[in-house]
């Protein structure tokens, strides 16, 4: 191996290390694995928002006897924001209407297990956009 490789896989594992106490293993693990990210073609439900640090989350829901069946994300945000949404989407799998509206940011951060305080504003954007997604399910089911 070169100094260049060896200088490459310490640099590797220094963020990987980083990562891990930022976010836990949890974390650590959906940021290098995402789950339920991409726009969803043809959603019964979906919204766009921009939180105050300029991240746009987008969630995109599909609903089968009133009970969300699939759901993903899209951002153009940081790392926490991609956490946030995988995991925001994930926990809005199964639910009806009613328990769709008590995704908050803090179940989202609960889930994750930690975040660092700076990007805690990341999972409320997550679950902000859960919300206004099911407000877009709800206008369309009762138009």
């Known amino acids: 191996m070169s100094n260049l490789d060896d200088f490459i896989d310490n640099l590797q594992e220094q963020i990987f290390d980083e990562a891990r106490q930022a976010y836990g293993e949890k974390g ?4 290098r694995n995402p789950r339920y990210h991409g726009r969803m073609t043809d959603p019964d439900a979906r919204s766009r928002l921009t939180g105050s640090c300029g991240d746009t989350m987008e969630i995109y829901l599909k609903f089968q006897n009133d009970r969300v069946t ?14 946030c949404g995988s995991f925001a ?7 009806d ?9 803090d179940a989202v951060l609960e889930t ?12 409320d954007l997550a679950a902000e956009a859960v919300g206004a997604a099911l407000h877009d399910y709800m206008k369309r089911r009762f138009k």
């Open 28 to 31: 650590f693990h959906r940021w």
């Open 97 to 105: 209407p009613d328990s769709l509206a008590e995704i908050s940011g």
């Open 112 to 123: 994750i297990g930690r975040l660092p305080r700076e990007d805690r504003h990341c999972a």
């Open 70 to 83: 699939d759901a993903s994300y899209f951002t153009d945000g940081c790392a926490s924001s991609g956490i």
């Open 89 to 95: 989407s994930e926990l809005a799998i199964g639910r």
